[in-house]
């Protein structure tokens, strides 16, 4: 059986301000994809630059960087 755990994937800006939580919820272990509509959290288009986003699932946990053009 696959083990489940809340999973948050979350953007933030080069000043670590949260910008978009794009999925936090319970999954199954596995694989998925989302694709990111430069949207934040409050409804507007994001300014072209540099961004973060932080992956956590259980005791997995990463940060990446992004580039939106």
Same mark, same amino acid.
């Given at each position: 059986?696959?083990?489940?755990? %809340?999973?948050?994937?979350?953007?933030?800006?080069?000043? =670590? &301000?949260?910008?978009?939580?794009?999925?936090?919820? *319970?999954? !199954? @272990?596995?694989?998925?994809?989302?694709?990111?509509?430069? %949207?934040?959290?409050?409804?507007?288009?994001?300014?072209? =630059? &540099?961004?973060?986003?932080?992956?956590?699932?259980? *005791?997995? !946990? @990463?940060?990446?960087?992004?580039?939106?053009?």
């Amino acid at each position: 059986m696959y083990k489940e755990s %809340i999973v948050r994937l979350t953007i933030y800006d080069v000043t =670590g &301000i949260l910008v978009k939580t794009l999925v936090n919820e *319970n999954r !199954k @272990a596995g694989y998925y994809s989302i694709l990111w509509d430069e %949207i934040d959290d409050n409804g507007q288009k994001v300014s072209r =630059g &540099i961004y973060f986003y932080c992956m956590k699932a259980g *005791n997995f !946990k @990463a940060t990446r960087k992004l580039t939106v053009n």
